[in-house]
Each structure stands twice: as C-alpha cells, then as structure tokens.
C-alpha cells in the first residue's frame, strides 16, 4: 500500500515520469501496477482508504487510461486471461471505478474469450444489449462464438434477438456465416426478421443455401 502512495507522490513531484506511460515501457507499469492489486480478501469501500486512490486520481487528471497500451500489452487482456478469478474481478472492479472508459467493450472481449465471470461482472455495469465499434451485442458474438448455450442465457437474460450490425447482419447472419447450423436452429424461432438482407443483399436463406445448410 505505501508503494502505491510513494509512486503517487514521485508523480507528483517529477511530472515528467508521467510520460513514461505514453511510451512502450507503459506496458510493464501497467502491468507491475495491476500486479499490485492482489488482495481480494482485504477488498474496502471504495469511498474511503483506498490505498492506490491517489496514483489512481493523479492518472485521471492527467488523462492516463490502461486501454492506450494496446493489443496482449493491455492489462485488460491480463485479466481475462487469469486463472485467478478472485484477483481478476477485483481488479476489474477497481480499474473500472476509475477508469470506466476503459473497459467499455470488456464485456464484448470477455464474450469473445469466453471469460463468463467477467461477462457477467461486466453485466452489471452495463446493460445486456451493449453495442461495440461494429453495432454488435453480446448475443451477436455468442452466437458468432457458436457458444449455444450461452446463447440461450442471454436470451433467457432478454437479450434483444432482433437487432442488426454495422453491416445488417441479424443474428441469423451471424450463425449461418460461423456456420454453427445447432446454434441457427436455436434462434430461427425468435427471429422476426427471417428472410431480411443484409447490407449486400444475402439473406440467411441465401447463405444457408451456398453453404449447404439444409435443415435451415
């Protein structure tokens, strides 16, 4: 806890140290700062005596934000790829207080990585039809996953079936292209846009068809 204190006030008294986090050694400060968040077990209110508040202030005055370390550098990544769900939900809970910006698609990598804890810890900071950079949902990418029964957990959790990407793909779309004919079958029945076009004018009839998906 004094480290976090001492690295708070270091920043504070040479500013310039600031703009190492712009820089590629960004990365391992991350990283050796997320590492510092390893105790689960002694989680306090978030209000008061928080011992990396104030590094964690300082960041957000000056702009600093982990998600501007890009790609497997990221320590968002980190935390979906921990096998210690304990400590990976605590950090998220704490990187999202003060930096919610970002983790805004974490919910959709999460998805994408098949990470459900932090699925369904990020659903609690947002809601279930969450759209990305590409107007998808979550139940987009299960379904584009070929993860069926997360699929019908989402739509149990009334994720909106109906919507369409960036592209005008359904969700029909989306299970027809992955080619996950089980997971097409399941959804077929709640769509109520079954032969609409996407954006280049196939329909899930269509794509059924060229890729000889015949029980759709």
């Not at 209000?47 to 890009?70: C, M, N, R, W, Y």
Request: aromatic share 6%.
């Amino acid at each position: 806890n004094a480290d976090f204190d001492e690295a708070a006030a270091l920043c504070q008294e040479k500013p310039a140290l600031l703009n190492l986090f712009g820089l590629p050694q960004g990365e391992q400060l991350w990283r050796l700062i997320s590492q510092g968040l390893h105790e689960p077990h002694q989680i306090v209110s978030l209000s008061v005596g928080i011992p990396h508040d104030a590094l964690f202030s300082l960041f957000k005055t000056q702009h600093i934000e982990p998600h501007h370390v890009k790609e497997k550098g990221n320590i968002l990544h980190d935390i979906l790829v921990n096998d210690d769900e304990a400590a990976a939900l605590y950090r998220l809970n704490v990187l999202h207080t003060y930096f919610p910006d970002s983790l805004v698609f974490m919910l959709h990598e999460a998805v994408l990585a098949g990470n459900m804890a932090v699925m369904n810890k990020m659903l609690s900071y947002h809601p279930i039809d969450t759209l990305n950079t590409q107007q998808q949902t979550i139940l987009m990418l299960a379904t584009l996953r070929g993860n069926t029964p997360l699929v019908q957990e989402l739509l149990r959790l009334s994720a909106n079936p109906n919507l369409i990407d960036v592209e005008g793909n359904t969700l029909l779309h989306f299970a027809i292209l992955s080619e996950h004919q089980d997971t097409a079958l399941s959804i077929l029945p709640l769509s109520t846009h079954k032969n609409r076009p996407n954006y280049k004018g196939h329909t899930p009839l269509m794509l059924a068809a060229s890729k000889g998906m015949l029980p759709i």
